[in-house]
């Protein structure tokens, strides 16, 4: 009997000597998201930006319970759970190229970063804008326990818009609304005048304008910029450039790239963004010979004329045409002066040409060439051309043919004499 009761006792005072176990209960808080641009929140127009925003999860818990019997909870009512992020323009000129980005849980205390590819027109007005991010998540609201081996979860979906402050920075921009070329022919020089307007919203002071070659385009500038000084919003300036335009440049369009610089309202030079624009651009000025072939006696001198046309869509100035004499052929006398030539105009030269003796009856094509000036009084020279010339047989020469003359006369003469005596005698 008394076996007995020393055995329960003993089972009695193991279990009253066993640890309690202790849970947490939270009764209050909730997650408390802000939001904020790292880095600069100021951009130019015409800019590709990647904005990088941090959330931050600034939730506390306001109170809880540690207490045996109690289930510990798996999630934090301070947390905020499978957050997603939607970034929007707003009112803004802001172009949001980045679909909804999935954070995740941001447990309180804690903070999250995210990207968005934006992009910023370049005719965006400037001034101070506000992006809208939408946040979505939600987080544990309740948490029951039934029993001591039992919880149920209550969730609560939430969301929200946290606003971004972001600023458009007043820019000077070029806009070309009017363009004029003089003597703009392949091979030559001539002038670009342009009208430009500062369409941005900044008055640019000290400017420059520039133009510059387009990649492999024909037409390179001689004069690369010109001051135009204080250069307002909504302002025009008209600006005359000196450019060259390539020999293998056909009739057509072609690219060119203007920008300016000037001083900001804050001191600080600024480069505008670049504007391309098409030049017209006429054919080179180039000749052909129109005359006929010229014949030439082999072994003698002969003088050929050679009829010239201005092919081209420009003046040829102080044009002077040349030949070259080859073997069989020679000349003293291998230019000739044909003053100025308008396009679709004719111009006449002529050559005195020495055939060698020898030369073989054939067509031949002579080299021909014209030095001239152009519209910018720069020298040129065109393209070679082929002048043809037929030796032909020498034939009787004109001095064989007067001692002929001579001889019949002598023996006219001679028979007419001897018959006069003859009717005498």
Avoid: W
Wanted: aromatic letters at 8%; glycine letters at 8%; a negative charge.
């Amino acid at each position: 009997m008394n076996l007995r009761r020393i055995v329960f006792l003993a089972v009695l005072i193991s279990l009253l000597c066993v640890p309690a176990l202790a849970g947490v209960k939270y009764l209050a808080g909730e997650p408390d998201l802000s939001a904020a641009i790292q880095g600069r929140n100021e951009f130019s127009p015409g800019e590709d930006v990647t904005l990088r925003v941090t959330i931050e999860n600034r939730g506390l818990v306001d109170m809880k319970f540690v207490q045996s019997g109690i289930i510990e909870r798996e999630d934090l009512p301070n947390t905020a759970k499978l957050v997603k992020a939607t970034l929007e323009a707003g009112d803004s000129p802001f172009i949001i190229k980045a679909d909804p980005q999935v954070v995740g849980d941001i447990p309180g205390g804690k903070s999250a970063t995210v990207s968005f590819a934006a992009k910023i027109p370049s005719d965006a007005p400037s001034g101070n804008y506000t992006l809208p991010l939408h946040v979505r998540y939600s987080y544990l609201k309740t948490a029951e326990q039934y029993g001591q081996d039992a919880i149920s979860y209550t969730y609560r979906d939430v969301e929200e818009t946290i606003p971004l402050m972001v600023r458009v920075q007043p820019r000077a921009m070029l806009e070309v609304i009017a363009m004029s070329g003089e003597a703009l022919n392949a091979g030559t020089e001539g002038y670009l005048s342009l009208s430009v307007r500062n369409k941005g919203y900044e008055d640019a002071r000290d400017t420059v304008v520039y133009l510059s070659r387009n990649g492999n385009s024909p037409i390179v500038p001689t004069d690369s910029n010109i001051y135009i000084g204080e250069f307002p919003a909504g302002s025009t300036r008209d600006v005359r450039f000196r450019v060259s335009v390539s020999r293998q440049a056909s009739e057509g369009s072609y690219p060119v790239d203007i920008f300016c610089k000037y001083t900001n309202n804050e001191g600080d030079t600024v480069t505008s963004d670049t504007v391309t624009v098409g030049v017209p651009v006429s054919g080179k000025i180039s000749f052909a010979v129109v005359s006929p072939p010229a014949e030439a006696r082999a072994g003698g001198k002969t003088v050929i004329k050679v009829v010239y046309e201005n092919t081209g869509s420009a003046t040829a100035r102080d044009a002077q045409a040349r030949i070259s004499a080859v073997d069989p052929f020679s000349s003293n006398d291998d230019s000739a002066y044909l003053g100025d030539i308008a396009p679709g105009e004719k111009a006449v030269a002529l050559y005195e040409v020495n055939v060698d003796a020898g030369a073989v009856l054939k067509e031949y094509g002579l080299d021909s060439e014209i030095r001239y000036r152009d519209a910018l009084d720069n020298s040129v020279i065109s393209d070679t051309m082929k002048v043809r010339l037929k030796v032909v047989s020498p034939g009787i020469s004109p001095l064989a043919i007067a001692g002929i003359f001579v001889l019949v006369a002598l023996a006219a003469g001679a028979v007419y004499y001897i018959r006069k005596n003859q009717k005498k005698g």
